[in-house]
């Protein structure tokens, strides 16, 4: 599973608990809330109306007076309104009457007139001087008929002579509990999906950042010229970075000293014993030497310093460029115009070799105009010492994509096998078929090193129609 997953099924998991924890918390507090308002307001409207029954009651007109009449009318009335979206035609408010001994005298139902409610706890604990108040279901298996009793005393200065109860169902409040769970749900819901938005693209942007810095060491690893990754929002990911590319630097300057030394050694044996031997013979044998014989020591002295001097000097253009991990002062550079400058510059080399190519494509990249001139000038000067006289080699110009190709066909001998993994490697190099001779073995591990800081590769293989063809891949802008 991959690592930006992982932190997404993570924070997924803890956001989507936090969030049905928070849910379930507020929803259970919905009902009970809206509940207990629901008792406040009754507890008023109960006092209330004790008061106003209170002349009523006392004088015994509670059958025919205001009071009751006011309730009848109250019981018929069409309120015609619209709380809060939800329609109201008709009222849930039911008041019944008790005297001092619990026995109903007035009820806006009619239903329970005469009726023994002592026992009830709204009018028991009325009765002796405490809050009455209960919530009894009209139906004992059905939760949802559930009405809230609310009681207050009928007095006369100070004695309780009677008791005055309002209810109320509470599937009167359910429309608007049911509206507050709805809109808590689904704006729990909104938060919950903009949560996770945010964890993914958190994660996203983690994940990415580890991902450059993986692809960073794996290209470390594997020994290429990149430059160190930078994270502007990363401060940890940045400073993480900078250390593998410091350490980078510490342990390629250490393996880079040891693989050249040991190169360089082994590639100046051969021209130091050629030197040695040559100025020995010439010291003490010098006077007897004729003429002929003192200018070809002398000579070979001269050509085996050249060469020295050659692979010093490659060494270090070499170790310039591997030194760097990008381009600098780049600007667009036209390969057609530098094949052609390339081609130009070799043809005295050429000699009865043809070089032939078709009209190059228009073919813009950014990247050092210098640069790209070695290496592709290195990769026509090895067709031509490999190309016998009178051969011919073809270059073709190509764009496919995002990238461009160049492929330079020589027809000489196909390469060894053997060798066909070796050819960039450091002083390896095979005899050129006219001379026999080696080269320093240190061109096309500058090619390639040149061609890997713009982005782009090369490869050598034999041809399947004979010879050898060299291939070039850079990016196009």
Same mark, same amino acid.
């Given at each position: 599973m991959r690592f930006s997953l992982r932190i997404f099924l993570g924070y997924f998991l803890l956001v989507g608990l936090l969030a049905a924890f928070l849910l379930r918390l507020v929803g259970d507090e919905i009902k009970p809330a809206v509940r207990q308002s629901s008792e406040e307001v009754l507890v008023d409207t109960a006092n209330l109306l004790a008061e106003l029954v209170q002349p009523d009651f006392v004088a015994g007109r509670l059958d025919d007076g205001r009071f009751a009449r006011a309730i009848k009318l109250f019981a018929e009335r069409n309120p015609q309104a619209k709380v809060w979206g939800v329609a109201r035609d008709k009222t849930f408010l039911r008041v019944y009457i008790t005297d001092a001994k619990g026995k109903v005298i007035l009820d806006s139902t009619g239903l329970a007139v005469g009726q023994d409610y002592s026992?009830?706890?709204?009018?028991?604990?009325?009765?002796?001087?405490?809050?009455?108040?209960?919530?009894?279901?009209?139906?004992r298996y059905d939760e949802s008929t559930t009405v809230m009793h609310v009681a207050a005393p009928i007095t006369k200065g100070k004695e309780i002579i009677g008791v005055l109860t309002v209810a109320r169902p509470n599937w009167a409040m359910q429309p608007f509990i049911e509206r507050?769970?709805?809109k808590l749900w689904r704006a729990g819901l909104i938060l919950l999906a903009v949560g996770l938005m945010i964890g993914g693209l958190f994660s996203w942007w983690l994940s990415h950042g580890i991902s450059?810095?993986?692809?960073?060491?794996?290209?470390?690893?594997?020994?290429?010229?990149? !430059?160190?990754?930078? &994270?502007?929002?990363? %401060? @940890? =990911?940045?400073?993480?970075?900078?250390?593998?590319?410091?350490?980078?630097?510490?342990l390629e300057g250490k393996a880079y000293v040891?693989?050249?030394?040991?190169?360089?050694?082994?590639?100046?044996?051969?021209?130091?014993?050629?030197?040695?031997?040559? !100025?020995?013979?010439? &010291?003490?044998?010098? %006077? @007897? =030497?004729?003429?002929?014989?003192?200018?070809?020591?002398?000579?070979?002295i001269r050509q085996e310093t050249a060469r020295m001097q050659q692979i010093v000097d490659r060494l270090l253009q070499l170790?310039?460029?591997?030194?760097?991990?990008?381009?600098?002062?780049?600007?667009?550079?036209?390969?057609a115009k530098l094949l052609d400058e390339v081609i130009n510059a070799l043809s005295p080399q050429a000699g009865s070799r043809q070089i032939l190519h078709a009209p190059w494509p228009s073919a813009i990249i950014h990247g050092e105009a210098f640069l790209l001139t070695q290496a592709i000038r290195n990769l026509l000067q090895n067709a031509l010492d490999f190309t016998p006289e009178h051969g011919q080699i073809d270059i073709k110009l190509t764009i496919e994509a995002q990238s461009l190709q160049i492929a330079i066909h020589n027809q000489g001998e196909p390469i060894p096998d053997y060798a066909l993994t070796r050819l960039f490697e450091r002083f390896y190099s095979l005899p050129r078929p006219a001379t026999g001779q080696k080269s320093t073995g240190l061109g096309l591990a500058l090619t390639r090193t040149m061609l890997e800081l713009h982005g782009g590769s090369v490869s050598?293989?034999?041809?399947?129609?004979?010879?050898?063809?060299?291939?070039?891949?850079?990016?196009?802008?």
């Open positions: 026992q009830w706890r709204d009018v028991y604990l009325t009765l002796r001087g405490q809050y009455g108040a209960r919530s009894s279901p009209m139906d507050s769970e709805n450059k810095l993986t692809t960073f060491a794996r290209a470390v690893s594997e020994g290429q010229a990149v !430059a160190v990754p930078h &994270f502007s929002a990363n %401060r @940890e =990911l940045t400073t993480l970075a900078a250390a593998l590319g410091n350490m980078r630097e510490r040891e693989n050249y030394v040991h190169g360089l050694t082994h590639e100046l044996k051969s021209p130091l014993a050629g030197i040695r031997g040559a !100025a020995e013979i010439l &010291f003490e044998e010098g %006077r @007897e =030497l004729n003429e002929g014989d003192h200018q070809r020591f002398t000579s070979h170790a310039t460029l591997e030194a760097r991990h990008g381009l600098k002062d780049t600007k667009p550079v036209d390969i050598l293989a034999n041809h399947v129609e004979g010879g050898v063809v060299a291939s070039v891949c850079l990016p196009l802008d």
